[in-house]
């Protein structure tokens, strides 16, 4: 059976109920190896997988697609929170779920074109980006994780840009070609051929993340030749090259494998497990090491990815790891929100000037300090308790700290935040600013994000009815507003029982994320009661769980299991691609038990990393 959408209280965040409260160069390559501009997978299998919003009969938050955290729906049978953590016979009897064709990402694409240009990076180092490279992929808005697999096509914009950037690129690739490799001595002549061949295994093996076979090695090389008399041999290798760049091999992961002793179950080969892992941890393709692994066979035991995600996420390399943080907490997400304070007005001084990209700067330095510090100890408690701010000129008055170098181009300074302000991720200004409107905080939608995104809460179904306006509340706080709206309006007030509280405890920050303690002149009551969200460790029922303000909430649920789990399937969701299918419950139980000794973040990803959800696949 498949869970569906949520539409009624998820509406809620767009305002359904709360909005009068909440105000090239001309070549062109030929052959099979280019793609179209609409290239899709066609892959038998992934028929269920997308984005599109539908409507829903009370699905639990952990099971389908939603508006709220976006992401690829369930390929099997979907598992609730609760049972998510069982490893169990009727888990372990359940369908493997299928092979996919996912599409790079963004960041993927420009990693692996970088190394494709640069060559494979050594181990533990990372890949130096491409001075003015314009990256003509984009991740859909719809997607919760840029990583989802449900992105499978590529649109006209797309290939447009990819064959303008292609063209460029591959002069680049030639130009490189000419210093260290057969091309500066046999770029011409009886040697031009095995010479191309070459260089196309070089940067084939990066781009299609295999070596590639001798049939398709020849085809590349026929299309140089086919050119070579008219465009001379520069020309003629960068055809080539171009075609490389642009083949469906490339900007697609094809999920194919090798049969087992299981009918119908296939488990990734050893250069497909590669990809996967150096995407997960990198975003880019395998380094020296790794693919050097997967040359001798060396990928095929839980120990030797364990050994490889363990290396590969202690090097500097590892920023998809990090990403994840950045993606779970919303951390980007200001950038879509326009804000009154980002504006400079006439006669303000630019230097120093708020600024959303400045707050994102900051929270992502965070984000590094906590990786580099706790990937291997207390990290998921650490993400939701730390004081550590990292402020500059532009945003050091949001955390009310004063003494970062006063011009813009200074990096974020490390400090500490002022006593009883700031507890983690869930006050920082990034994220408050992102779950803000312009220039008013939007509590419905920072409850939501708190209950579906947090705490994996279940939401109840409700058709709002028709709300009369307010009227004038301009002298009312948001909390005074929020209450005048849903007491009289029944359809309503469902659904603002469960995201009004947790929302309203993070009236505190504003629509950038300063700290304050007034609102339109009142003093803010930031206290509430979370209700029904099975917080059994925290109390004696599970049932509910009291705070005084956002600090107190975020340090009581950071000791709780089921922020820990929470945080966990949203974890397999990056890094797998999918939402937690009943499949899945042997494999996040294993990587729990292993996150929980120490609280290391390593263990839990290289322990996803070699568990059966992400190794096997089935027709």
Same mark, same amino acid.
């Given at each position: ?52 919003? /539908? ?20 390929? %099997? ?116 051929? /095995? ?8 940067? #084939? ?29 520069? #020309? ?60 001798? #066979? ?48 006439? %006669? ?117 009815? %028709?709300?009369?306006?307010? #009227? ?148």
């Amino acid at each position: 059976m498949r869970f569906l959408l949520i539409t009624s209280c998820l509406a809620l965040a767009a305002g359904a109920c709360t909005s009068t409260v909440e105000s090239n160069n001309g070549r062109k390559p030929s052959g099979p190896a280019s793609t179209s501009p609409t290239a899709s997978s066609g892959m038998g299998g992934t028929g269920n997988v997308g984005t599109g919003a /539908t409507t829903s009969t009370g699905a639990t938050t952990g099971t389908g697609a939603t508006t709220g955290s976006g992401g690829v729906p369930p390929i %099997g049978t979907p598992v609730t929170l609760v049972d998510a953590f069982k490893c169990d016979s009727a888990a372990a009897a359940e369908p493997t779920p299928p092979r996919r064709l996912w599409r790079v990402t963004p960041s993927e694409y420009a990693n692996t074109v970088a190394a494709a240009l640069n060559g494979r990076p050594s181990a533990n180092a990372a890949v130096p980006p491409v001075a003015g490279f314009v990256n003509p992929l984009v991740s859909p808005g719809s997607a919760r994780y840029t990583t989802e697999s449900g992105v499978v096509s590529v649109s006209g914009p797309e290939f447009s840009g990819t064959f303008t950037s292609s063209a460029e690129l591959a002069d680049q690739m030639v130009a490189k070609a000419k210093n260290g490799t057969c091309w500066a001595t046999d770029s011409a002549g009886a040697k031009f051929a /095995t010479c191309v061949g070459t260089l196309v295994q070089d940067k #084939g093996s990066i781009l299609f993340r295999r070596p590639l076979a001798a049939d398709e090695v020849t085809h590349y090389v026929d299309q140089a030749n086919q050119v070579l008399a008219e465009l001379g041999p520069d #020309g003629a290798l960068s055809v080539a090259f171009q075609s490389l760049l642009l083949a469906p091999q490339f900007v697609f992961k094809p999920e194919i494998g090798a049969a087992t002793a299981t009918p119908s179950v296939y488990r990734l080969t050893p250069f497909e497990v590669a990809s996967m892992l150096s995407y997960a941890v990198t975003s880019a393709p395998a380094d020296a090491d790794l693919w050097a692994a997967a040359t001798q #066979g060396a990928l095929s035991s839980a120990d030797q990815i364990k050994t490889q995600v363990t290396r590969l996420m202690a090097g500097p390399q590892a920023s998809s790891a990090r990403n994840f943080v950045t993606e779970y907490f919303k951390l980007r997400t200001i950038r879509g929100v326009a804000k009154a304070a980002d504006m400079v007005l006439a %006669g303000e001084s630019p230097v120093c000037h708020y600024n959303k990209e400045r707050a994102i700067a900051g929270a992502e330095a965070l984000v590094g300090d906590i990786y580099n510090s706790n990937s291997t100890s207390g990290f998921i408690s650490t993400l939701f308790t730390t004081n550590v701010a990292y402020a500059d000129c532009a945003t050091e008055k949001l955390w009310g700290l004063s003494g970062t170098p006063q011009n813009d181009a200074a990096p974020p300074t490390r400090m500490t935040a002022p006593v009883g302000e700031r507890a983690g991720f869930l006050t920082n200004p990034a994220l408050m600013g992102g779950l803000a409107a312009r220039d008013v905080t939007k509590p419905i939608k920072r409850g939501l994000f708190m209950n579906m995104d947090v705490l994996c809460t279940a939401l109840t179904q409700v058709v709002p009815d %028709g709300v009369p306006p307010l #009227g004038d509340i301009s002298a009312l706080t948001m909390r005074e507003a929020l209450a005048a709206h849903a007491a009289p309006n029944a359809s309503c007030k469902v659904c603002h029982d469960m995201l009004d509280p947790a929302g309203l405890a993070f009236e505190k920050y504003d629509d950038i994320g300063t700290y304050r303690t007034m609102d339109k002149g009142k003093p803010i009551d930031a206290a509430g009661t979370l209700r029904d969200v099975g917080l059994a460790d925290l109390d004696v029922d599970g049932q509910k769980l009291s705070f005084t303000d956002a600090v107190d909430l975020s340090n009581k649920l950071a000791s709780t299991g089921r922020v820990e789990q929470c945080v966990m399937l949203n974890g397999f969701r990056y890094f797998l691609g999918r939402r937690e299918v009943k499949y899945d419950q042997c494999s996040l139980k294993q990587a729990q038990d292993a996150y929980k000794p120490a609280g290391s973040y390593v263990d839990f990803v290289a322990t996803l990393a070699s568990s059966d959800s992400f190794l096997n696949r089935s027709f």
